[in-house]
């Protein structure tokens, strides 16, 4: 490969993870920058909602002239089709990548990118994925009606399970205890697939943290989807599903609930272990329990200099990996006269492993979790100092952007961004939770 083609890609790359894009993350390796993962988070307000879809991007001698080799790694092991434009066997048919034949125009150029490769593949995870496949744009009859219904209903299905459950049950060590959608047949196919999967997965603590701030969201979305699928009947094939490239399978919810909640537990107890992973590095002094200390003590030491007294940091038992931020209301806020405790559990893999932050004080917010999770975004993943700013921000902030990616509760998004009065019910539940802090 050219320098001028490594040195498109490493910008593009560069470029990319400088970006705010919420929903887009990629891995690669510096001895080897041909050869990216990518994570794509499914759209909200689509049967892929939250969903986290890899995929395998190749970059040939010749980018940017040509568009990258790319595959789907998301496939169930090569036995699900996600869309009728994603493929069981990993292919994505798009007309920038040249999968697909497009319209004049919609070829690739150089001009683009990266990002555009995404942003294209994402935008193929629709509210009606049905008229996706060539010949059912607009279909109307009433047999179309219902395919469209049940499709919806299966890719929602195993968008949980294959792109939720499956990936943090791996991470996390789970094995599941059943889960008739899964075969261990055809163990040729399996092994010929793998060959394809990275290996490592690069995202396990992106997955977990998103995990928990979408906890609430997953469970909604299952339990009003039981309302119609109570039991165990199999998906309906779609007209164009066959040959093996199908997403075949079975509604199982409560098992997925199950599976869930089991996830959930694991990920808090990961977290709370940090804490005693930590007290020994501190002990036996690596270098990332001295870096910890050192910028607790530079946080600290700022706040004192501006004379910040919103804010109140502290170590617990004096351990450079479990943090305390008492946060005090500003007067004439949301937030005046509240008193806040968070906990900011680290890990000794900090900054691979990013800060784990839950609310000890019980609050109704859009950006706080059902499970008390905080949900902040920091301008520099590898600095506490921009995590500690993150997290007040967060809590500050009186008019957020509408973004479901962000506003983690469902219940108060929903009242926070519903009718005149929706939004005075909001203001009086949060206004409750603040005067509850001082009981």
């Known amino acids: 490969m050219s320098n001028q083609a ?44 939250f969903g986290f879809f890899e ?74 994925p049905y008229e996706n496949e060539p010949g059912y744009e607009g279909a109307n009859s009433e047999d179309d009606k219902k395919n469209m219904e049940q499709y919806i209903a299966k890719i929602r299905h195993e ?26 047949s055809d163990n040729e196919e399996r092994q010929l697939l793998e060959e394809d999967k990275p290996c490592a997965d690069h995202f396990a603590d992106l997955r977990k943290r998103r995990f928990m701030w979408y906890f609430g969201s997953y469970l909604q979305s299952i339990d009003a989807a039981m309302l119609e699928h109570p039991g165990k009947h199999k998906f309906k094939r779609m007209p164009f599903e066959g040959g093996g490239n199908a997403m075949e399978g079975h509604f199982d919810y409560k098992e997925l ?5 089991a996830i959930k537990d694991m990920i808090v ?4 272990g940090w804490a005693a992973e930590g007290l020994v ?21 700022s706040i004192k200099s501006q004379k910040n007294f919103t804010i109140d940091l502290n170590l617990v038992d004096d351990n450079p990996f479990l ?4 946060y005090f209301g500003r007067p004439m806020t949301h937030l005046d ?62 008019h957020p952007p509408y973004d479901p990616r962000t506003t983690v509760n469902p219940e108060a998004s929903r009242l926070f961004w519903g009718t005149p009065d929706d939004r005075k019910r909001y203001n009086r539940a949060l206004r409750r939770s603040v005067e509850r802090t001082l009981d």
């Not at 107890?269 to 709370?272: H, T």
């Not at 902040?376 to 902030?397: D, F, K, N, Q, T």
Request: hydrophobic fraction near 35%; include cysteine.
């Open 269 to 272: 107890e990961e977290s709370l």
């Open 55 to 128: 995929f395998s991007i190749k970059f040939g001698r010749d980018y940017p002239t040509n568009p990258p080799n790319v595959r789907a790694l998301t496939t169930n092991c090569g036995r699900t089709r996600f869309n009728p434009n994603i493929y069981a066997t990993g292919k994505v048919c798009l007309s920038i990548l040249g999968t697909w034949r497009g319209e004049s125009g919609e070829q690739w150029s150089s001009a683009q990118g990266l990002e555009s490769i995404l942003i294209s593949i994402q935008s193929l995870m629709s509210s009606n």
């Open 323 to 326: 943090w305390r931020l008492t």
């Open 159 to 184: 968008t949980l399970r294959l792109a939720v459950i499956e990936p943090l049950e791996a991470a996390l060590g789970i094995i599941p205890t059943n889960d008739a959608n899964t075969s261990l």
């Open 6 to 49: 490594i040195l498109r890609i490493t910008r593009e790359i560069r470029q990319f993870q400088q970006g705010t894009d919420l929903s887009l993350a990629v891995h690669y390796n510096e001895s080897d920058i041909r050869n990216v993962q990518a994570l794509i988070l499914g759209p909200p307000d689509t049967p892929y909602q």
């Open 281 to 301: 590095a501190k002990e036996q002094e690596w270098g990332i329990a001295v870096s910890l200390q050192r910028q607790f003590e530079q946080i600290v030491e």
């Open 337 to 398: 006269g509240g008193v806040f405790e968070i906990d900011l559990r680290l890990s000794p893999r900090f900054p691979e492993e990013q800060p784990r932050v839950f609310m000890r004080t019980i609050f109704y917010h859009v950006r706080v979790s059902e499970i008390g999770v905080l949900c902040y975004i920091p301008r520099r993943s590898e600095e506490m100092r921009y995590h500690i700013e993150g997290i007040v921000a967060a809590l500050e902030e009186e």
């Open 257 to 261: 609930k199950q599976r869930l909640v």
